[in-house]
């Protein structure tokens, strides 16, 4: 089955660009989109076909996609901004999610 | 203000069942395809089973195939997850989510709910 890898954790300080990556094989022929979940909050889409925001999620959110990574950058990045961060794609018709990137600001 | 309100979570044996509801309220129900996505305390999202607009089209992860299954009812604006065989790894928090489109295969998650907890024990 297809597999989407993301290191467990990336710290940033504040006002930095922290990059997030997700991992899998070709992944570049398939949209990625990214959910920011805090705890014991609901997730929250971020980034969707890979570079797309929904309306709502500020600019300082993007989203890439090439070749085996995809990434969501996030410059400027807040004390809000302190999130779990998963990365999400489609294979033979089966949603896979990455495993999680605890994004820490301090 | 688009809503999804989860129902039926709760503590149930192994090898029982249970159903799951989502109510949906703030957009045109029938316009899109809907997902089950479940959670185990502190870990990683899984997608558990997803349905297109008119209910056509099903998709189900391996670990619930032929255990779970989808349904929706647009004219009441309601997703369904009926769950049999229940395993203790199925304990979760359930969340029901809208998709950006119709088709339900191939695209993004926009909105969730707040999620209903299953705990599958003795």
């Known amino acids: 089955s297809y597999e989407l890898s993301q290191s467990p954790s990336v710290s940033v300080s504040p006002g930095q660009t922290a990059s997030i990556t997700c991992s899998g094989d070709?992944?570049?022929?398939?949209?990625v989109c990214w959910y920011q979940q805090k705890p014991g909050q609901s997730p929250v889409l971020v980034i969707y076909?890979?570079?797309r925001r929904p309306s709502g999620i500020p600019a300082r959110f993007y989203g890439s996609n090439s070749g085996n990574t995809a990434t969501l950058t996030i410059s400027g990045t807040q004390a809000m901004d302190e999130a779990d961060y998963y990365c999400?794609?489609?294979?033979?018709?089966?949603?896979?999610f990455g495993g999680g990137t605890r994004l820490t600001v301090l | 203000e688009v809503q999804l309100v989860e129902s039926g979570g709760g503590l149930v044996q192994p090898g029982r069942s249970l159903r799951l509801s989502c109510a949906a309220s703030g957009f045109t129900f029938d316009s899109y395809a809907m997902h089950w996505v479940r959670q185990a305390p502190g870990k990683g999202l899984e997608w558990v089973s997803g349905i297109s607009w008119n209910g056509g089209d099903i998709g189900y992860a391996d670990s619930v195939k032929v255990r779970f299954t989808i349904s929706r009812d647009n004219a009441k604006n309601s997703l369904s997850l009926e769950m049999n065989s229940l395993r203790t790894e199925d304990t979760a928090f359930y969340y029901c989510?809208?998709?950006?489109?119709?088709?339900?295969?191939?695209?993004?998650?926009?909105?969730w709910g707040q999620g209903t907890m299953v705990t599958v024990s003795s």
């Open positions: 989510a809208k998709d950006i489109g119709a088709d339900g295969n191939n695209d993004a998650f926009d909105t």
């Open positions: 999400q794609a489609w294979d033979s018709r089966t949603a896979v």
């Open positions: 070709r992944l570049d022929n398939k949209y």
């Open positions: 076909q890979d570079s």
